[in-house]
C-alpha cells in the first residue's frame, strides 16, 4: 500500500507540472507509432487515386466507331429482265471530335477532385494528430482516475471490513456503520465505471494504431501544460475564414461548379463525327466508292438549356454553402478561443500541490476515523472531495486540450498553444 501511496503521489505531481520536464521524442515517437500504422490512410489515398484515375479518363478522346454493310444487288433492264447480280457492302469508320475546349474543361473538373481528395487527406492528417495526442492523455486521465478511485474504495472497503468486527454500541455508530457500508458500495460502483473508461481509452489508441482491442499498452506520467493566446480575435477570424477545412472544401466545389457551368454551356455544340468510307457494288458491272464522311447534329430541339440552368443552380447553391461555411468557422473559432480562455484562466488558478493536500488529509482522515478523532462526515467529504477534485481536474485539462485543438484545425496554423510530453514503458 505505501509503494502504492507514493507512485500515485508522484503520479499527480508529474501532472501538475507546467513547464516541460521530458524531451518532446517520445510523444512524437508514440505519434509517429499512428501514422505508420493506421489503416485509415489506405482509404483516403485510394480516394486519390480514383481521381487520379477519373482525370486520365476526362483526357481521352472517345473511341472511334465502325459500321458496316453487306447485301446482294440485282439489276433490271427496262424490259424487265435481269441484267446482273452480285454483292454489294460498305464500310465506314469515323472518329467523334469534341467541341475545342469540352475536353479542358473536363479535365479542370476532374483536376478539382483529386484538389479534394488530397485536401481530405491533409484534413485526415491533421485530425489524426490531434486524436492521438488527445487520446494519449485520455488514456492517462482515465487511468489516473482508476488508480485514485480504487485506493479511496480500498479505504472504504478496509474500513467497512474493521467495522463489522466491532459490536455497535448505540445508535450513532451504527447509522455510521450504515452510512460507510453504502458508499463503500457506490465506491465500487465507481471503480467499475473507472476501470471501463480506462479500457475504453485504451481500445482508443489501439484503434488508432491499428492494433488488436486488447493489446496492453504502459504508459509513464504526461506532463501537460498550456500557452496564452497570441493571436486577436480578429486574427482567429481571418484564418479560420480562409484555412478552415470545410471551407477550403467548399471553396474547392465552387471552382469545381464554375467548370461544370462551362462544360454545360459548351455542350450546346455538337460533337463532329469523322472518317473514311469504302462501298462496293458487283452487278454486271463493277462499282467501287472511296471518300469521307461527315456527321454533324443539328442543335434544333435541344440546346442543353436544362442542364446549363441545373449547373447554374448549383453554383448558386455552392455559393451559398460556401459563405454559410465561413461563417461557421467563423462562430465556431470565436467559441473555441474563449473556452480555451476561460478554461486556461481556470487552470491558472489551481495550487500545485492542491491534489497532494486533498490526499493527504483523505489519508489522515482515514486514519484519525478509525481512531474516533474525526467524524463521519468530514471522513466522507474528504474522500468524495479527493476524487472529484482529481475527476475536475483532468476533466478542465481535455477541455483545455480540446478547445486548443480545436483553434489549430480551425485556424491551419501550429498556435503553440500545447506542450505535451510521456515516455514508453
Known sequence: ????????????????????????????SLVNEVFEKNPEFKFYQAEIDAAKGSRTTAGLWANPEASASFGQKRVWNEEGELAGRGEAFDLSISQPIEW??????????????????????????ALLLVRAKAALYHLFAAREVEAATLEVSGHFRALKEVLAQRS??????????????????????KATLASLTAQA????WNLLRGAPTGTSFSLSPIALSFQPLQKDKDALVSLARS???AVRQHLIELKRQDFRVGLAQ????PAVSIGPVISQERAGDKERVIGGAVSVPFPLWNLNQ??????????????VSLDLAKRDAERRVVEAALAYEKKLKEISTWKPEAIEHFKEAAELADRHYRLGAVPVTVYVELQTQYLEAIQGLHDTRKETLEAATQLEILTGESLAL??????KT
Open 1 to 28: 500500500m505505501n509503494k502504492f501511496i507514493i507512485y500515485m503521489r508522484w503520479s499527480i505531481f508529474l501532472v501538475l507540472v507546467t513547464t516541460n520536464a521530458y524531451a518532446s521524442t517520445a510523444v512524437d
Open 100 to 125: 475545342p475546349g469540352r475536353i479542358g474543361l473536363r479535365k479542370a473538373i476532374a483536376e478539382r477532385d483529386i484538389e479534394l481528395a488530397e485536401l481530405n487527406l491533409e484534413q485526415f492528417r
Open 168 to 189: 455497535p454500541a448505540g445508535l450513532t455508530p451504527l447509522l455510521e456503520t450504515r452510512i460507510i457500508e453504502a458508499i463503500e458500495l457506490n465506491m465500487q460502483r
Open 201 to 204: 481509452a485504451l481500445n482508443e
Open 243 to 245: 484555412n478552415d477545412y
Open 266 to 269: 459548351n455542350e450546346r455544340l
Open 306 to 319: 436544362g442542364n446549363i440552368d441545373t449547373e447554374r443552380a448549383r453554383k448558386t447553391q455552392a455559393e
Open 418 to 423: 500545447i506542450n505535451t510530453d510521456t515516455e
